[in-house]
């Protein structure tokens, strides 16, 4: 009778395991399919040394900064610490980045801070006075890369700024072609009016580009990012790009690009706060392709701001607000002066 009680406990203890695993393995296999697209200004990534090409004295051991290798570490440490925090703590599977002074910051950051995530960069130097400029970090286990492209903004008058980054990946899953634009348009520092002209001409130079995607593949998957300096309402993303609020309800779509942006920002919500009020200027866009429910997916509604606790300010002034590295000239020791914002799709079968 106790041998049978003891053979009865010991296949159910089996029964269980094997059931567990299963669960798991679906699990895992659901997992493989879908992957996590984020953006991120990490606010002003120099090295320390000086670049004779650039406009980097600021940010030398001797500039107004005092930017040293230590600070540096804490920087990279701190960025780290937010990527790897994103997609519920397993880290962005693409991921575009504002604000890096050159290649070799994004290889030391991937290399040396986030060495467990299989990551590769796409990287390309522009005509930025500052030198700061824009990147892509993808994870290689869901994508390979096709092409790397910078695209120079071609604006009306005598101005230079910097490229918006083209990256053509190739998803591992079914082979589909993603096509992903990086941007960081001109800033509104002459003014808002005064400058409008030159993100709407950045907008011009994204739209030939999406144009000539079509004239191949009517039909192309898309994701534009980025900070944009302006709103989803402003007219080079309303009006110029045309891109409109997303309705994951409407199947009837008038707009090529879908702004999945917008629902937040409607709400009040913003990734950068500038006296007292929040601006959505980090966006993510995508093309109607990528609502078909045919291979490569948005999945609807899950477009966020991506707050942890620790890179917000919990007091004071700026209580709310993102935890900078630097307040002006003073030293804050904190991640970036803008939240990174992330959302979720899937490779259908």
């Given at each position: 009778?106790?041998?049978?009680?003891?053979?009865?406990v010991?296949?159910?203890?089996?029964?269980?395991?094997?059931?567990?695993s299963?669960k798991?393995?679906?699990?895992?296999?659901?997992l493989?399919?879908?992957?996590?697209?984020?953006?991120?200004n990490?606010?002003?990534?120099?090295?320390?040394?000086?670049?004779?090409?650039?406009?980097?004295?600021?940010?030398?051991?001797?500039?107004?900064?005092?930017w040293t290798?230590?600070?540096?570490?804490?920087?990279?440490?701190?960025?780290?610490?937010?990527?790897?925090?994103m997609?519920?703590?397993?880290?962005?599977?693409?991921?575009?980045?504002?604000?890096?002074e050159?290649?070799?910051l994004?290889?030391?950051?991937?290399?040396?801070?986030l060495?467990?995530?299989?990551?590769k960069?796409?990287?390309?130097?522009?005509?930025?006075?500052?030198g700061?400029?824009?990147g892509?970090?993808?994870?290689?286990?869901?994508?390979?890369?096709?092409?790397?492209?910078p695209?120079?903004?071609?604006f009306?008058?005598?101005?230079?700024?910097?490229?918006?980054?083209?990256?053509?990946?190739?998803?591992?899953?079914?082979?589909?072609?993603?096509n992903?634009?990086?941007?960081?348009?001109?800033?509104?520092?002459?003014?808002?009016?005064?400058s409008?002209?030159?993100?709407?001409?950045?907008?011009?130079?994204?739209l030939k580009?999406?144009?000539?995607?079509?004239?191949?593949n009517p039909?192309?998957?898309?994701?534009?990012?980025?900070d944009?300096?302006?709103?989803?309402?402003?007219?080079?993303?309303?009006?110029?790009?045309?891109?409109?609020?997303i309705?994951?309800?409407?199947?009837?779509r008038?707009?090529?690009?879908?702004?999945?942006?917008?629902n937040?920002?409607?709400?009040?919500?913003?990734?950068y706060k500038?006296?007292?009020n929040?601006?959505?200027?980090d966006?993510?866009?995508?093309?109607?392709?990528?609502?078909?429910?045919?291979?490569?997916?948005?999945?609807?509604n899950?477009?966020?701001?991506?707050k942890?606790?620790?890179?917000?300010?919990?007091?004071?002034?700026?209580?709310?607000?993102?935890w900078?590295?630097f307040?002006?000239?003073?030293?804050l020791?904190?991640?970036?002066?803008?939240?990174?914002v992330?959302?979720?799709?899937?490779?259908?079968?």
């Amino acid at each position: 009778m106790k041998k049978n009680i003891l053979l009865l406990v010991i296949l159910f203890f089996i029964s269980t395991l094997v059931s567990c695993s299963q669960k798991e393995k679906v699990k895992s296999e659901n997992l493989e399919y879908s992957f996590y697209v984020a953006n991120w200004n990490v606010e002003n990534l120099f090295d320390v040394i000086d670049d004779p090409d650039k406009n980097d004295e600021d940010f030398l051991p001797s500039g107004s900064k005092e930017w040293t290798e230590r600070k540096l570490i804490n920087k990279m440490t701190n960025l780290a610490r937010v990527i790897e925090f994103m997609n519920d703590g397993n880290g962005p599977d693409i991921l575009g980045v504002e604000e890096v002074e050159n290649e070799a910051l994004l290889i030391d950051l991937t290399e040396n801070y986030l060495e467990n995530k299989n990551y590769k960069i796409a990287y390309s130097e522009s005509p930025d006075a500052r030198g700061i400029d824009n990147g892509l970090i993808y994870n290689s286990e869901v994508f390979g890369i096709e092409s790397v492209n910078p695209l120079s903004i071609q604006f009306d008058e005598p101005k230079s700024s910097r490229d918006i980054l083209f990256v053509q990946l190739v998803a591992h899953k079914n082979k589909e072609v993603l096509n992903v634009f990086v941007n960081h348009w001109p800033s509104r520092r002459e003014g808002l009016k005064e400058s409008e002209k030159f993100r709407i001409n950045a907008a011009e130079t994204l739209l030939k580009e999406i144009d000539k995607l079509k004239k191949e593949n009517p039909n192309p998957a898309i994701i534009i990012l980025g900070d944009f300096n302006d709103l989803p309402a402003n007219i080079s993303i309303s009006k110029t790009l045309n891109a409109k609020p997303i309705n994951c309800e409407d199947e009837n779509r008038d707009s090529f690009l879908q702004n999945i942006t917008y629902n937040l920002f409607q709400k009040g919500e913003g990734s950068y706060k500038y006296k007292d009020n929040w601006n959505m200027l980090d966006q993510i866009i995508i093309s109607n392709s990528l609502l078909d429910k045919v291979g490569i997916d948005y999945i609807c509604n899950s477009f966020i701001i991506i707050k942890p606790d620790f890179m917000v300010e919990q007091e004071g002034k700026y209580k709310g607000t993102p935890w900078p590295t630097f307040g002006g000239r003073k030293y804050l020791g904190g991640y970036s002066d803008h939240f990174p914002v992330g959302a979720k799709f899937i490779i259908n079968n």
